[in-house]
């Protein structure tokens, strides 16, 4: 995993920030990097414009509170991380924030997961900032245990043909690595496909072949996909404990319920379109699986994205 520089905290001073700044800062001081936090809130009305200043002077110290406790239960000095807190109102926050990215160069955007409950899926500003952000966007979700029993996951796909497909596949496993190493010290590592032999020629369609017969295609099928994924994972050059989770299924069905049955608390995961329309990344599998997880997540976007806020503002 690439060392993170300048990393963005957005904060919406409306909740518990604990959770998702002891992530921030945790991550920031293992990578020397500076942060700010950046509290959006909507637009003050024009009626009560006299309390603008009074509202995000109050935004601004509520989350200052919050740093201050996370700094002491991670032991951090003043002078161990370069901290700054701004607050910013207006509308759409998400193209706010990535503006920010953009001219700023932020190289890592953290924020608690939206809404008051956050057991599953993401509401509508984190996944605004998962389709058009350009940096890689860590949403917390709330982890009790220490780090050393925080276990880290990551999907991976090796039918990758495309170049940005590929470079992307490895710099999850690359980026998971490191995480999980600073974490419990096992990658999870989560790659499955919906073949389609029993739904379609098993059921469907009236063959001379026998059962014994599709279940051999469908092992060699299976075989074959977890060839190309030890031949992906040895590429990257990751080494560690593995626990390889493989299995013909449907992504969206199965990366939730194993992430569910094993509890695992970070999901490493890349969001690829293959539409050709730049800044379109999001396919309806990875919207259903993203709906659907219980944990945090850490989103990358292939090298070669174009943010269409970026274009959108040309």
């Known amino acids: 995993?690439?060392?993170?520089?300048?990393?963005?905290y957005v904060s919406h001073a409306t909740g518990d920030e604990d959770s998702g700044l002891l992530q921030a800062l945790?991550?920031?001081?293992?990578?020397?990097?500076?942060?700010?936090?950046?509290?959006?809130?909507?637009?003050?009305?024009?009626?009560?414009?006299?309390?603008?200043?009074?509202?995000?002077?109050?935004?601004?110290?509520?989350?200052?509170?919050?740093?201050?406790?996370?700094?002491e239960r991670l032991n951090l000095a003043e002078d161990q991380l370069a901290l700054e807190v701004e607050t910013d109102c207006g509308s759409r926050p998400a193209e706010r924030v990535i503006h920010r990215v953009l001219d700023d160069g932020y190289d890592l955007v953290i924020k608690n997961v939206e809404g008051r409950n956050r057991r599953k899926g993401f509401?509508?500003?984190d996944m605004e900032l998962l389709r058009k952000c350009p940096c890689p966007v860590w949403l917390c979700r709330p982890i009790t245990d220490s780090h050393k029993k925080i276990d880290v996951a990551v999907a991976v796909d090796p039918e990758c043909d495309e170049a940005s497909a590929y470079?992307?596949?490895?710099?999850?496993?690359?980026?998971?690595r490191t995480l999980a190493d600073t974490c419990s010290g096992e990658l999870h590592i989560i790659s499955c496909w919906d073949y389609d032999v029993d739904e379609y020629l098993r059921h469907n369609f009236p063959l001379s072949a026998s059962d014994e017969e599709l279940d051999k295609a469908t092992?060699?099928?299976?075989?074959?996909?977890?060839?190309?994924?030890?031949?992906?994972?040895h590429a990257s050059g990751i080494g560690g404990k593995l626990d390889i989770n493989h299995a013909i299924a449907r992504p969206d069905r199965y990366i939730p319920l194993l992430i569910e049955e094993k509890?695992?608390?970070?999901?490493?995961?890349?969001?690829v379109g293959r539409t050709g329309i730049p800044g379109f990344i999001m396919g309806n599998t990875a919207e259903n699986i993203l709906q659907k997880?219980?944990?945090?997540?850490?989103?990358?976007?292939?090298?070669d994205f174009v943010s269409p806020v970026r274009e959108g503002s040309d």
Request: hydrophobic residues 50%; contains cysteine; charged residues 20%.
């Open 1 to 8: 995993m690439q060392n993170f520089h300048n990393i963005l």
């Open 26 to 71: 945790a991550i920031a001081r293992n990578n020397h990097a500076a942060v700010k936090v950046l509290v959006v809130c909507p637009a003050i009305p024009e009626d009560f414009e006299d309390y603008s200043q009074l509202c995000m002077d109050a935004l601004a110290q509520r989350v200052q509170q919050s740093l201050n406790t996370v700094r």
């Open 123 to 125: 509401k509508a500003m």
């Open 167 to 176: 470079d992307l596949a490895i710099r999850l496993l690359r980026w998971s």
């Open 219 to 233: 092992e060699a099928a299976r075989s074959k996909h977890r060839s190309k994924l030890d031949v992906l994972i």
């Open 263 to 271: 509890k695992f608390d970070i999901l490493v995961m890349g969001t």
């Open 293 to 303: 997880i219980s944990c945090s997540l850490l989103a990358l976007k292939p090298g």
